[in-house]
């Protein structure tokens, strides 16, 4: 079965810099999806981005951008310049390309980031 | 444009009690999702749904908990015989086929 890490519980940065956030997986499978969700106080969980295992280009949304290191199993957020409203859990998650690339079946979570923005 | 939406969203039942979860969709998309969050955990996958029809059960407690997502009306995830340890948040996502999802806002359950 796969499994994700993430061995940050909370993390902390000023408004206006830059953090990262750390998440390593593991898996025997060679394709796959990876993504990174926030969750805002309102609950609601928001896909900030997403990454096919088989590109080797790191996915980049605005703000926010991914280091993917296949071989390491691992798959960091980085976010530029911090903002109030990035406040959140972040989650990091896996889910196996046997699944289609649409939907939201079969993904497995970490146990979350929190990140605090301080003003 | 309503996104997927999930009622109510603070539910407090009596174990032994039944807790009934119903999520609507966003208009058009035919797939459904449930996944349940525990305490300091990230969300468990347990149910995903097709009109009139369960794709993919193998997260789903083998006693108690039911899903359904008739032809009309909202996706039901039904828990018989609450105990504490069902206390969690529940999500609905939603999606039309091989198309992204979106998540509701939860239903946190407290069974007392």
């Known amino acids: 079965a796969q499994t994700v890490t993430q061995s940050q519980p909370e993390m902390s940065v000023q408004e206006a810099e830059t953090v990262t956030l750390s998440c390593t997986y593991d898996t025997s499978e060679s394709d796959y999806y990876l993504f990174w969700y926030k969750q805002p106080p309102s609950r609601q969980m928001i896909l900030v981005i997403r990454?096919?295992?088989?590109?080797?280009q790191n996915a980049t949304e605005n703000r926010f951008s991914v280091n993917f290191q296949k071989a390491a199993k691992s798959f960091s957020l980085k976010i530029s310049d911090s903002q109030l409203g990035d406040a959140a859990m972040y989650f990091c998650?896996?889910?196996?390309?046997?699944?289609?690339?649409?939907?939201?079946?079969?993904?497995?979570f970490g146990k979350g980031t929190h990140l605090i923005i301080q003003p | 444009n309503a996104g997927v939406m999930q009622n109510p969203r603070h539910l407090v039942r009596r174990r032994g009690q039944e807790a009934r979860l119903r999520c609507s969709p966003v208009?058009?998309?035919?797939?459904v999702y449930w996944y349940r969050q525990l305490p300091e955990e990230g969300l468990k996958f347990m149910v995903y749904l097709q009109k009139e029809n369960i794709i993919d059960e193998s997260g789903m407690p083998k006693e108690r908990f039911s899903a359904e997502f008739p032809k009309e009306g909202p996706s039901i995830l039904r828990i018989q015989q609450v105990v504490r340890g069902d206390s969690a948040a529940y999500f609905c996502?939603?999606?039309?086929?091989?198309?992204?999802?979106?998540f509701g806002q939860g239903t946190r359950l407290t069974v007392v």
């Open positions: 990454q096919e295992a088989y590109k080797q």
């Open positions: 208009k058009g998309h035919s797939h």
């Open positions: 998650a896996y889910r196996s390309s046997t699944y289609s690339g649409g939907g939201a079946d079969g993904l497995t």
């Open positions: 996502a939603s999606s039309p086929p091989d198309s992204e999802a979106f």
